[in-house]
């Protein structure tokens, strides 16, 4: 296992300090492990908070800021927090207005997140939640009952983000989180696999021949292994899915994020955009926004995801609102 | 060797199609492969045109845009662009008012560059060039002769850009690369190899127990290899060589970019961006502003650069004014 770290044990809290130390418009609670804006709670705003496993950096620290979260929080490498930690968030972020949680479609995350719901409300928070469960590849996994939440959690925190921010209330922030999730869906693939600190070792093996197509972040199996093909084929494997299960149709606007798992350059992800693109042009769907690069990763695992989601106004208008964060910035 | 792209032969012109698909603030020329401003040339502005081979991405063609560089050159990867690329960029983009060339200092590039400014000058272009030379790791390298030009590239880039915006004379803005070339500096080191791939297989071997420090952007030796240590002792041999070189000193205040390589994940460049506060915090020299992540890679290589470059109020503003490219933007 070769990885800039000083112990497997403390990657995530070593981290945090890192974190803290480069973001002054961050704040890190290093006891109870969660990050924050460092002027939450924002006065009258619903409050957002997400958080998971490590090991999909930036998400969700890096897309806490102005725009987006109020706070994250990071479990161990691809383990849950803990719900002692979500409910510190909670009540930290919630300035009255109440506190959204978005939450990726795991069982551990899923159950840690309502755990703490209830405690908060039991302290006098009003929460909701919403949760993301847009992987197309396959109905139940590893650590998911239904579908895995995947890329689009990407874009329901900035679009969230933008309608906390604009001053929608709490039943607003979580049913625009919900049309996102909605109108979004994903599927992924991987080269190779990842090295988790704390196991030393891969967490599944590939032949130098083979891919897998329908990956999860966490290695969890995906629909089938095939012989590496070119780009091409592989935006083919995943965009087919996609456009088939929401459906998509020609006159669709849609954002195209294409989303690197960590170790593959992006010089490779821009290759893969071009065959996404004349991939949709065929089905006469426009791209209208886009999104390129690691921005939910599984540490050094080489391979990609493609988010598509269907864009309408409102969410075009909360896409290009300003977001001040360390992965996601933009009119400010 | 697993890649997600169609060719090896193909992965630079693929990757143009899929940078144009992505942004709609930028122009490819196909035809002589530059990426551009879509609003170039700016009237009254400065030019900005830098390039090199491909294989280090975002750079250059992920910093062409307002505040920013007018036009970015790829060559193949880790190959020089041609004269007439530069020489087409360099026409492209001036608006009367001169063309700065930001080079990175490779044999093969620094040649070209020089071409296509004589060339530039014969049509009546005012060009000059700024050449970076970062690397404290080595006098001489495989493709240089003296030091290399690695991260202090994208701050020259960033803050040059800030200038020209801003209205600066050829000669100012040139005279400002000069300056944060001259009060930056940079070592590298890698965990593992990378592919290039027309060559299909690795650059370079290291063990499994091994790490190279002080290494080159396309695996050129570095000062030595040792057994992999921990983030805290990796930090301590990129950071003291180049504090002492400048030297930086207590009551410094200087911009800290931690640089992911390629292949490794954010999470370690946070843990090492905390160690190399620590060690900072050691000397008494403060960190004003922050970088982190994959800004000038090596395909997919593991490993990290640290790039310090010593701030004054002017380098500041400039660091801070508005930018809008695909790999760094705020305020805008």
Redesign the interface.
Known sequence: M??????PAT??T??????E???PDLRVDHEHKVVYRADAPVRGKVGLISGGG??H??LHG?FVGLGMLDAACPGE?FTSPTPDQMLNATTTVDSGAGVLHIVKNYTGDVMNFEMAAEMAAEAGAKVESVVTNDDVAVEDSTYTAGRRGVGVTVLVEKICGAGAETGRDLAAVAALGRKVNAWGRSMGMA??SCTVPAAGKPTFELT?TE?EIGIGIHGEPGRYREP?G???A?AERLVDPIVQDLPYRAGDAVL?F?NGM??????????????V?RILDGHGIA?AR?L?G?YI?S??M???SITLLKLDDELTTLWDAPV?T?AL????
């Open positions: 070769k990885k800039l770290i000083n112990d990657v995530v070593d981290a945090l300090v890192g974190v130390a480069a973001h490590s090991g950096e930036p890096g490498v080269l190779t130098e891919m590496l070119p780009a091409a592989v195209a294409v960590g170790g593959t350059p992006l010089v490779e992800l821009y290759v893969v955009f071009a065959e693109k791209i886009s390129v690691p990763t540490l050094e080489a391979g990609c001040k360390p910035r933009w009119g400010v």
